[in-house]
């Protein structure tokens, strides 16, 4: 099963991670990004497929610079259910830290054949996210794949990951989630300053 690694890693007695109930939705296909505080910051991003959701954890989160490269690596396929989670996941537990909804809305592949490729490794698409629109690729190559993209009218040199830091959920911060549900506040905290910029 396409979920057999997500559900091994977790202990569904102590984290409030969805259980997979296999179900399939029908009509658009979710797209979701996630901010995750756990051992290291970084922004799952999420494209339904299959019933599942394809995932992919990009430690800078995504640009709407075409000119950046975001690297992003592929772990386990999730439910189609966590596209909703927001919350902590207990300290200790596999991805223990606090998630945040930070981008979601549908997606639509530019390829005749989706499977085809990813299996090739270069997958566009055009996102309709509260945030996060237009054209845009996954290209795998030997260190992992990349985020990029395309120049089109939502391209910006604007750093959204500063500008609109909050859950498209809950309009909170990570450390207001954590607060809330018991988590690492500090930690949380963390994730929601801006990062250091080098000069």
């Known amino acids: 099963m396409a979920l057999r690694d997500y559900e091994r890693k977790r202990n569904f007695e102590v984290t409030p991670e969805p259980k997979p109930s296999r179900r399939t939705s029908h009509g658009k296909l979710l797209y979701v990004i996630q901010k995750h505080a756990a051992s290291h910051l970084h922004y799952d991003f999420r494209l339904e497929w299959n019933g599942v959701l394809l995932s992919w954890a990009v430690p800078k989160g995504p640009s709407l610079d075409p000119s950046v490269k975001r690297l992003a690596m592929h772990v386990e396929d999730h439910p189609v259910e966590y596209g909703g989670f927001e919350g902590v996941i207990p300290e200790g537990e596999y991805g223990g830290g606090t998630v945040m909804v930070w981008d979601r809305g549908t997606w639509e592949p530019e390829v005749a054949d989706v499977d085809a490729a990813l299996a090739k490794g270069d997958l566009k ?15 795998r190559t030997p260190r992992g794949w990349l985020l990029i993209k395309h120049r089109d009218e939502f391209a910006s040199k604007e750093d959204v990951l500063v500008k ?17 549900n018991g988590g690492d506040v500090e930690k949380a905290a963390k994730g929601d300053a801006p990062p250091k910029t080098s000069r």
């Open 125 to 139: 698409f055009t996102l309709r996210g509260e945030k996060l629109r237009g054209s845009w690729v996954l290209v």
């Open 164 to 180: 609109q830091p909050r859950s498209v959920v809950s309009h909170k911060l990570l450390a207001e989630i954590a607060s809330e």
